[in-house]
């Protein structure tokens, strides 16, 4: 009997797919199919798959044209696959032309001809979501740049009345209300105390929104925009590119499944050198406005949104308000410390410790892929390593444009997280100014 094996993502299975299928089908007796999953892909830089593993495995099995649907879960797997299944020939399409010789070595390869005109990537963005984004803040340039990497998503222009700092931009919108009339959604990227106003606005024209966080300086505000979200049935989204991200998920289950005991102290610091211009003109400007959110992160994420107070030691400089702040927050069993510093450099990890042992996050933290937990037992000690794409960026999109096609809440970022992180913002406004 001959075998033959192939392999691919499959997602959204198209008709080049099943021509491949076909093609491969006829070149024995036997054929296997390996479906790559999404932590396979996303290792290889393919982070913007619209189905999971099963549909897509699903999708294979019921074009009857595979006898056996198998998983493609790491690098290498092809070689054991082969020798273990007794393959005769590995198949795939000619965009991989020479890709695989390395095979010939276990099995007769050949590459079959593609089929022109269709891939998922074009299906992906067939129905792209257009996205106009508001703001003057430059780290836009960097979300334009990650934008381009993801299907289903196109930043179709720029619009900022913030006049001290002008982008550069393809498209420049000549009003808010212009870029709304031409877009599905916004990404808010204005200074925080104006964010609530374009929030706001964006929704109630039935856009959705993603905004960078804060997405207010008050908790109040940010309820009644999740609500007015909900009731308009729109996707708002906190732009904390961190909780997107791959490491920091399984950084937060690894600890939810109890590895280093019960969470006692979190200390977490972010700092930058660089001062953001919005942050030298705002009214707010202040280290804990632009690093709040993101140092906020990992204590609320893992200690929960429940502390029983909060404080905040803020230094002045002669220039500018608050170039430092040390915030404490106490919880009922656990104690947490946030440092934030601009125009100040300082260690940017993190440091979670618990009962049975500890997680070091190296610097910088947010957007670290790697991390290590930490025991007495030396021996015990463990290291992770993680793809961070864009710095978490890309997945966040990638997440975003999901939530919209599937209507789903935002599962990395929760409203409550978000709008915990907007009361502190008032806290500390009331207390440092
Ligand atoms: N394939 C093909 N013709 C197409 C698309 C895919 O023959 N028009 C083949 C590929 O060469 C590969 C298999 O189908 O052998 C699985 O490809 P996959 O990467 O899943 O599909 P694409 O449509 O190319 O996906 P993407 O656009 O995400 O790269």
Redesign the pocket.
């Given at each position: 009997m001959i075998k033959v094996i192939?392999y691919?993502?499959?997602?959204l299975l198209?008709q080049?797919?099943i021509?491949?299928l076909k093609r491969a089908r006829a070149l024995g007796d036997y054929l296997i199919v390996g479906v790559t999953t999404e932590n396979f892909d996303i290792t290889r830089g393919?982070i913007n798959v619209s189905q999971s593993l099963m549909e897509r495995m699903e999708a294979v099995r019921r074009t009857g044209l595979a006898d056996e649907v198998i998983p493609e879960e790491y690098e290498g797997q092809k070689i054991d696959d082969i020798i273990r299944n007794n393959v005769s020939v590995f198949a795939?399409?000619s965009?991989?032309d020479g890709h695989f010789d390395y095979l010939n070595e276990y099995c007769k390869v050949i590459y079959l001809p593609?089929?022109e005109g269709?891939?998922?990537?074009q299906l992906r963005d067939s129905n792209a979501i257009k996205v106009g984004v508001v703001g003057g803040d430059p780290t836009v340039y960097k979300l334009i740049e990650q934008a381009k990497k993801v299907n289903g998503l196109e930043i179709s222009g720029l619009y900022s009345d913030e006049a001290d700092i002008v982008l550069k931009a393809d498209k420049a919108y000549k009003t808010f209300d212009a870029l709304l009339a031409e877009n599905d959604a916004v990404y808010v990227a204005v200074r925080p105390e104006n964010r609530f106003e374009y929030i706001s606005r964006a929704l109630n024209s039935g856009k959705h929104v993603i905004s960078e966080s804060p997405i207010s300086m008050d908790g109040k505000q940010a309820e009644s925009l999740y609500r007015l979200a909900e009731e308009k049935k729109l996707i708002l989204f906190d732009s904390i590119k961190t909780a997107y991200g791959l490491p920091f998920q399984r950084l937060v289950l690894l600890i939810k499944s109890g590895i280093i005991g019960e969470i006692k102290n979190i200390d977490v610091t972010c700092t930058s050198l660089e001062v953001k211009e919005w942050l030298k003109v705002t009214k707010y400007y202040s280290s804990f406005t632009g690093w709040g959110a993101v140092a906020l992160l990992p204590v609320f994420k893992i200690l929960g949104i429940d502390y029983e107070s909060i404080s905040f030691l803020t230094l002045n400089s002669d220039e500018f308000k608050d170039i430092y702040t040390k915030a404490t927050l106490k919880y009922k069993d656990a104690v947490a410390t946030v440092n934030v510093g601009v125009g100040v450099k300082s260690e940017g990890d993190l440091r979670i410790s618990g009962t049975d042992g500890y997680i070091y996050v190296p610097a910088p933290w947010w957007k670290s892929g790697y991390f290590e937990v930490r025991f007495e037992d030396l021996a015990k000690n463990k290291r992770y390593f993680y793809e961070n794409e864009g710095d978490g960026l890309r997945m966040e999109l990638v997440r975003f444009v999901r939530s919209i096609s599937d209507n789903a809440n935002n599962y990395y970022l929760s409203d409550d997280i978000s709008i915990a992180i907007c009361k502190v913002m008032k806290q500390y406004k009331e207390a440092a100014i």
């Amino acid at each position: 009997m001959i075998k033959v094996i192939t392999y691919g993502t499959f997602d959204l299975l198209h008709q080049g797919h099943i021509n491949i299928l076909k093609r491969a089908r006829a070149l024995g007796d036997y054929l296997i199919v390996g479906v790559t999953t999404e932590n396979f892909d996303i290792t290889r830089g393919k982070i913007n798959v619209s189905q999971s593993l099963m549909e897509r495995m699903e999708a294979v099995r019921r074009t009857g044209l595979a006898d056996e649907v198998i998983p493609e879960e790491y690098e290498g797997q092809k070689i054991d696959d082969i020798i273990r299944n007794n393959v005769s020939v590995f198949a795939v399409g000619s965009d991989w032309d020479g890709h695989f010789d390395y095979l010939n070595e276990y099995c007769k390869v050949i590459y079959l001809p593609r089929t022109e005109g269709i891939s998922s990537s074009q299906l992906r963005d067939s129905n792209a979501i257009k996205v106009g984004v508001v703001g003057g803040d430059p780290t836009v340039y960097k979300l334009i740049e990650q934008a381009k990497k993801v299907n289903g998503l196109e930043i179709s222009g720029l619009y900022s009345d913030e006049a001290d700092i002008v982008l550069k931009a393809d498209k420049a919108y000549k009003t808010f209300d212009a870029l709304l009339a031409e877009n599905d959604a916004v990404y808010v990227a204005v200074r925080p105390e104006n964010r609530f106003e374009y929030i706001s606005r964006a929704l109630n024209s039935g856009k959705h929104v993603i905004s960078e966080s804060p997405i207010s300086m008050d908790g109040k505000q940010a309820e009644s925009l999740y609500r007015l979200a909900e009731e308009k049935k729109l996707i708002l989204f906190d732009s904390i590119k961190t909780a997107y991200g791959l490491p920091f998920q399984r950084l937060v289950l690894l600890i939810k499944s109890g590895i280093i005991g019960e969470i006692k102290n979190i200390d977490v610091t972010c700092t930058s050198l660089e001062v953001k211009e919005w942050l030298k003109v705002t009214k707010y400007y202040s280290s804990f406005t632009g690093w709040g959110a993101v140092a906020l992160l990992p204590v609320f994420k893992i200690l929960g949104i429940d502390y029983e107070s909060i404080s905040f030691l803020t230094l002045n400089s002669d220039e500018f308000k608050d170039i430092y702040t040390k915030a404490t927050l106490k919880y009922k069993d656990a104690v947490a410390t946030v440092n934030v510093g601009v125009g100040v450099k300082s260690e940017g990890d993190l440091r979670i410790s618990g009962t049975d042992g500890y997680i070091y996050v190296p610097a910088p933290w947010w957007k670290s892929g790697y991390f290590e937990v930490r025991f007495e037992d030396l021996a015990k000690n463990k290291r992770y390593f993680y793809e961070n794409e864009g710095d978490g960026l890309r997945m966040e999109l990638v997440r975003f444009v999901r939530s919209i096609s599937d209507n789903a809440n935002n599962y990395y970022l929760s409203d409550d997280i978000s709008i915990a992180i907007c009361k502190v913002m008032k806290q500390y406004k009331e207390a440092a100014i």
